[in-house]
C-alpha cells in the first residue's frame, strides 16, 4: 500500500494551469506531491476532508519589497495568510543585495531598511543568512539597479561612467551566479532616473548572458510619460535579447487616466517578436516613498511613516502641510525620509491590465507598522472581489496569473503547477468566502477564506494562523 505525509480528500482541484477545476484527491510525500486522481489504498500520516475547498497551488507573490522582513518576520503572516508561498523579493530596482554602503543611502533605498540592513555583500551572503534561518515562504531575489548604483557610484544624480557600468556588471554577473533571477530597475526614483537607456541595455545585455535570467522595471514614468516608458522597457529588452517584465503597472493622475489602452497595445503588438509580461496590485491607490515631486497628481496622500516625524504617520498629507502653513512639497520634504500611500489611479485602467493575458499578480507591499492594504490583501482580494463578485476573470485563470505564469516567467521549474513530483507548495481556500479584509483604516487585517497553505508540504498557515514553519527555501535561477 502506498504511503505519503498528507492526503488531501474530496477537494476541487484548480492545476494552476487555467483548465477548470476537477474533482480529485492529492498526495504529498517527502515536500512533493507524489499523485493526482482519487488516490485509493493510499495510507497518508495526515488526511485532510477538503470537501467544498480548492487545492491549487501556492501563489507566488511576483513584486515584493521582503528582503529585509523574511529576516525580520521569517513567519511572513502577511504572506502565508494570501495563500502565498513564494516572494520574489529585490523588485523595482532595490535588493538588498549586493550591497555594503560606503556612501549615504540614495531614495528609495530606505524602502528595505537602514544602512545596517544592508549587511551582504554578495547574494551568496544573503542566500546564507536565509538559509541559516528559513523563512515560511520561498525566496526568489532580482538584482537592483538601484542596489548597484548606491555600491558603484558616490552620486547616483548622473549617468554611470564607463568604468561604473564595468564595475556594477561584475557584481550584476556575480549576483547572477550566486541566483539571483534577473535584473529590476527603478528608473522613476532618484538612484536611477539618471542612468539613460544605454546604461540599462549594457547591463541588461550582462543579465541576459546568463540563461533564463530576466529584465522587470518600475518604469521611468508611470505618470504623463507612460507611453513613451513602455516603449523603453520593450526596447530594452529588444536591444538586450531579455524577458521583460512592466511591474506594477498603472497610469497615475487624472490626465493620464485611460492611457492603459494605448499602452496594452503596445504590449500586445510587442509580443508577437519578443517575451514581455506584467504585474499588478489590485488597487487605485500606490505606496512608496514620500517625495516631494511625486505628490502632485494625487487626489489623497496618507504618511505611512516618518523618521523625522513618526507622530505624523497615519495622517493626511494635506492636513499635516495645512497645519504647517507650507505647501505639499515642503511637507512632503520635511518629513523625509518617509512612506505614503497616494490616492491617484483609475479603477478602469486597473481592470483593464489585471484582465490581460500576461498579468500577475504582485503585492508591492512594503512591510512596515501601517502599511498600504495591498501587504495583507492583493490575492484575497482579486480571488474574492475582482473572479468571485465583478467575474472579471475565472477563479481557475485567476490563479494561473499566481502560479504557472509567474513559475514560467521567473524560471521557478517544479512550481506552479498541480503535478507529480512538483514542490508541494499548497493553498486550501473557500472560493465562496475567500475575500480580502485589510483596509486603508485596518491594513494588517487578514484575509478569510485562506484555511491551510503548506509550502515543500509543511503548512505555515492553518487555523491558528502562521504556523513558522522554516519551511522555506531560496529559489536561485
Ligand atoms: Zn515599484
New binding site residues.
Given amino acids: 500500500m502506498p504511503t505519503c505525509d498528507l492526503l488531501f480528500l474530496n477537494g476541487q482541484l484548480i492545476d494552476g494551469t487555467g483548465a477548470p477545476r476537477r474533482a480529485g484527491a492529492l498526495a504529498v510525500d517527502g515536500g512533493r506531491i507524489a499523485a493526482i486522481g482519487d488516490c485509493a489504498g493510499w495510507e497518508a500520516g495526515r488526511v485532510i476532508d477538503a470537501a467544498g475547498r480548492v487545492l491549487a497551488p501556492g501563489f507566488i507573490d511576483v513584486h515584493t519589497h521582503d528582503d529585509s522582513a523574511l529576516l525580520k518576520t521569517p513567519a511572513m503572516p502577511a504572506k502565508t495568510s494570501q495563500g502565498v508561498t513564494t516572494v520574489i523579493a529585490g523588485?523595482?530596482g532595490i535588493s538588498i543585495a549586493p550591497l555594503v554602503p560606503r556612501y549615504p543611502l540614495p531614495q528609495p533605498l530606505a524602502l528595505l531598511g537602514e544602512v545596517p540592513d544592508y549587511r551582504f555583500a554578495t547574494v551568496a551572503a544573503y542566500r546564507s543568512a536565509l538559509e541559516a534561518a528559513p523563512p515560511s515562504v520561498n525566496v526568489g531575489l532580482l538584482v537592483g539597479h538601484s542596489t548597484l548604483r548606491a555600491g558603484a557610484m558616490q552620486d547616483t544624480s548622473r549617468a554611470a561612467s564607463a568604468g561604473e557600468i564595468e564595475a556594477m556588471s561584475a557584481a550584476l554577473a556575480q549576483a547572477l551566479l550566486d541566483g539571483g533571477l534577473g535584473l529590476s530597475t527603478?528608473l522613476s526614483y532618484p538612484a536611477s532616473r539618471a542612468a539613460p537607456t544605454a546604461e540599462v541595455v549594457a547591463l541588461a545585455r550582462v543579465t541576459a548572458s546568463h540563461p533564463g535570467a530576466i529584465y522587470t522595471t518600475?518604469m521611468r514614468s508611470e505618470r504623463d510619460q507612460v507611453i513613451e516608458a513602455v516603449r523603453e522597457t520593450l526596447q530594452i529588452g529588444r536591444e538586450a535579447a531579455i524577458p521583460v517584465v512592466i511591474?506594477?503597472h498603472k497610469c497615475i493622475g487624472r490626465r493620464n487616466f485611460g492611457k492603459t489602452t494605448v499602452t496594452l497595445e503596445l504590449i500586445d503588438r510587442a509580443l508577437a517578436t519578443q517575451d514581455v509580461a506584467l504585474d499588478v496590485y489590485p488597487y487605485t491607490a500606490s505606496s512608496?516613498v514620500l517625495l516631494p515631486e511625486f505628490v502632485g497628481d494625487a487626489e489623497r496622500i496618507i504618511v505611512t511613516s516618518s523618521q523625522p516625524h513618526p507622530e505624523q504617520a497615519r495622517r493626511d498629507l494635506h492636513e499635516i502641510a495645512a497645519e504647517w502653513g507650507v505647501s505639499l512639497e515642503d511637507a512632503a520634504a520635511r518629513l523625509g525620509p518617509a512612506t505614503a500611500i497616494y490616492f491617484q489611479m483609475d479603477e478602469a485602467d486597473l481592470r483593464r491590465v489585471l484582465g490581460h493575458p500576461r498579468t500577475m499578480i504582485g503585492s508591492?507591499g512594503i512591510p512596515g507598522p501601517y502599511p498600504h492594504p495591498r501587504l495583507w490583501g492583493s490575492f484575497p482580494r482579486v480571488l474574492g472581489h475582482y473572479a468571485r463578485e465583478l467575474g472579471l476573470l475565472t477563479l481557475e485563470d485567476a490563479v494561473r496569473r499566481m502560479t504557472s505564469l509567474p513559475a514560467s516567467v521567473f524560471g521557478l521549474p517544479g512550481r506552479g503547477m498541480l503535478r507529480e513530483g512538483y514542490a508541494a507548495d499548497l493553498v486550501l481556500f473557500d472560493p465562496d468566502g475567500v475575500i480580502d479584509r485589510a483596509d486603508y483604516t485596518q491594513p494588517c487585517e487578514p484575509s478569510v477564506g485562506i484555511e491551510q497553505v503548506y509550502v515543500n508540504g509543511c503548512e505555515v498557515w492553518g487555523r491558528a494562523g502562521a504556523t513558522g514553519a522554516a519551511a522555506g527555501r531560496f529559489l536561485a535561477r
Avoid: P, Q
Fill in positions: 523588485n523595482c527603478g518600475h511591474s506594477h512608496t508591492d
